[in-house]
């Protein structure tokens, strides 16, 4: 997984080199709010909010964009009491590498548009936090989570000379539960503050 990430940044790195020529290109620096659930299909979840802080790009014409993206962020749920698999209320905290490429569309002039965006995210898990409660097989196998994950965004933003500010929705695709006993996926709505630096 560490060699992904080493590949992915470098090729970012590159990436942006390059589209710096472009003459709609930007560069910048963006922190949120994650409002997320691991939702499954034993229990009755609950949100947790985190925090999100990166970098993102953007080029295109036309009013069309490209925005990749590389930001660190932090999910995860509660599990009440009524869940089946936990006796008590349960946190998981999740921390990842999150790697969105959005595809969107700007109505307005330059330094005052509004914008639409969806596209695929890569999330790469870098630590999870949980309690250690109880030891059943039940437990191990629901907290047994794979190393990445994939999904769905799909938002829109307001650009406001060099603030940026974007709200969105992330659903899961793909089961992060490694060992497939349960069917488990991240949702999450994002809130974010970007600064264009150029």
């Known amino acids: 997984m560490k060699k992904i990430i080493l590949v992915t940044c470098l090729l970012l790195t590159t990436g942006i080199g390059a589209m710096a020529q472009l003459p709609s290109f930007a560069f910048g620096i963006k922190a949120g709010l994650n409002v997320s659930k691991l939702k499954s299909d034993v229990a009755a ?6 925090y999100q802080a ?4 953007r080029f295109g014409g036309a009013g069309l964009y490209f925005q990749p993206e ?3 962020g932090s999910k995860g749920s509660t599990y009440p009491t009524a869940a089946q698999v936990y006796s008590g209320d349960e946190k998981i905290n999740f921390t990842t590498l999150d790697l969105p490429l959005l595809i969107g ?3 307005g002039p330059g330094g005052l548009n509004v914008r639409f965006m969806a596209g695929p995210v890569v999330s790469f898990l870098l630590d999870n936090e949980e309690p250690e409660s109880t030891a059943s097989q039940d437990v191990k196998d629901f907290r047994n989570y794979k190393d990445q994950a994939l999904g769905l965004q799909a938002g829109a933003g307001i650009d406001i000379s060099k603030l940026t500010f974007d709200v969105r929705y992330e659903a899961g695709i793909s089961n992060i539960n490694k060992t497939d006993k349960y069917d488990q996926k991240t949702n999450l709505w994002h809130l974010s503050l970007g600064y264009k630096i150029f």
């Open 45 to 50: 979840e609950e949100n947790r909010t985190g």
């Open 54 to 57: 990166g970098v993102f790009a």
């Open 70 to 72: 590389l930001y660190l």
């Open 105 to 107: 569309t700007k109505i």
